[in-house]
């Protein structure tokens, strides 16, 4: 893992932190040291994929599709990041009508106390079969709620599904729940992650801030054309 900025005939590029096997920079897009700093965002050759053992999906949590789908996609995501309740809404859009794929999330919700809290809340309702994700944000960005109103928010639509609300007070306090989001977070540093949201698409690391690619990525995983066209 490094972190630079690179410079081509005296312009910066940009600055860069991410994975590196001393040839290539991923940053969201692939940066080629060694051929005029070619810069593009999905790739098929073995040496630009992550590790088997970071690509591995973990204690992930599904929540779209398959266990067994050919196709697995994890989202790293934030609470706290606006663009990551945006790229969860459109991977989910995307995807939709996709028997093939699978779509896993892994929260990894920093240092912020509350932020912690609401993490605890998402991970005890998705265990128990409850997928409040866009609710959450919506109650946060939209509304700007105190964590206490969003906690009332959050048990309050759990009993209007029939959920059982003691029970997932007591998941979200259990050590269960704890060891999956300290799952999430080292996997998130394991792979060089400074920011959410983060996509990984099997092994390949995908820019997840541009719908279109990750469409087009999505689209070559299914047709089986993984090759990068001009």
Known sequence: YIAAR??????????????????????GRAINLEKEFEMFYFWDQEAFLVDEKLARINKGILVKGDLNAPIKIQLF??????????????????????????V???????????????TK??????????????????????????????????YSTIKQKGGDEKKIKVLANSAQVLGIINSHISDFK???????????????????SDAGV?????????????????
């Open 77 to 102: 995501m934030d609470f706290l990041c606006g663009s990551c309740g945006k790229e969860y809404k459109e991977l989910m859009e995307i995807v939709e009508k996709e028997k093939d794929v699978a």
């Open 6 to 27: 690179i410079i081509k005939d005296g312009v910066s590029l940009g600055k860069f932190s991410g994975v590196t096997d001393g040839k290539w920079i991923f940053s």
């Open 190 to 208: 394991k792979l060089g992650g400074t920011k959410t949201p983060l996509i990984m698409l099997g092994r390949q690391l995908v820019k997840a």
């Open 214 to 230: 990750l469409k087009e990525v999505i689209r070559r995983k299914l047709t089986g054309n993984t090759r990068k066209t001009k």
């Open 121 to 154: 809340l998402a991970v005890s309702g998705l265990l128990e079969g409850y997928n409040l994700i866009n609710e959450i944000y919506d109650w946060m960005f939209e509304r700007k709620i105190t964590y206490k109103d969003l906690e009332k928010k959050f």
């Open 104 to 118: 896993f999330i892994k929260l990894v919700p920093g240092e912020d106390k509350e932020n912690h809290k609401i």
